[in-house]
């Protein structure tokens, strides 16, 4: 039996990145920053996985040097989480079920993500109605890698804290960035494509599902 299902926060859990995008873009006009990134903007941007890196990578092609990017991102990271605790974001289908199916199963559940540990913590809360630790086990966040997906260091860190080997654990994703950093800590990953990662190569998944509604083990 699969010991422990381990999750992806953003997009996986929830179709989070809208909110994300008006945090972002909320926080940019509240600094003053002449910045608005659409929707077209977004879904460039997103390959570079993490907000303090998307933020760079955003530097970088407008040529814009001198802004205080990890002031910027806590402010972004303050906007997200008092949107989150608005009430607006519901969990993608099938995650709830599959929550709690694992848990009267006795597999252990995890958290493998490229977000902010308070974003977990506003998401798990808003969509749960318990704080994150009530729900997962270990959870592994962006900020305490080296590096962040595709790079495998995130799962790496939930396999160490489960004390699991990735045979024993399932993961799931949503994304072609977090497939490749899933596949290369050793797991098997089940890809349920979202709003902005629809159209990706999932070359490598076990499976690629609409959504959770349709996984069984
Ligand atoms: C999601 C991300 C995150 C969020 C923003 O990737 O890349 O950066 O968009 O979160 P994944 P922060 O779902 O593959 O983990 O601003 O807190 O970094
Ligand atoms: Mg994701």
């Known amino acids: 039996m699969v010991e422990a299902l381990i999750f992806d926060v953003d997009g996986t859990l929830a179709e989070t990145e809208e909110l994300h995008r008006r945090a972002f873009n909320e926080t940019f006009a ?108 270990v959870i592994a966040a962006g900020d305490e890698v080296a590096a962040k997906k595709p790079a495998p260091d995130v799962y790496h860190l939930a396999l160490d804290r489960l004390g699991l080997a990735p045979g024993a654990c399932i993961a799931f994703e949503d994304s072609r960035n977090g497939l490749l950093s899933a596949l290369g800590a050793g797991l098997g990953v089940i890809v349920t494509p979202s709003a902005y990662t629809a159209g990706e190569d999932f070359t490598g998944a076990a499976r690629i599902l609409p959504d959770l509604t349709h996984f069984t083990e």
Not at 31 to 39: A, F, N
Not at 42 to 56: D, F, M, P, S, V
Not at 125 to 130: E, K, N, P, V
Request: with cysteine; net charge positive.
């Open 30 to 137: 509240e600094q003053g920053l002449d910045w608005h990134w659409s929707r077209d903007d977004y879904a460039r941007l997103l390959r570079t996985t993490g907000g303090k890196e998307r933020i760079a990578a955003f530097m970088a092609e407008i040529g814009v040097e001198g802004v205080d990017i990890p002031a910027l991102h806590a402010a972004k990271t303050v906007r997200y989480t008092t949107l989150m605790s608005e009430g607006a974001m519901r969990l993608r289908p099938g995650v709830a079920t599959l929550v709690e199916r694992a848990r009267d199963r006795g597999q252990r559940l995890a958290i493998a993500t490229t977000t902010s540990r308070p974003n977990v913590e506003a998401l798990s809360l808003a969509c749960f109605a318990r704080p994150a630790a009530q729900v997962f086990d």
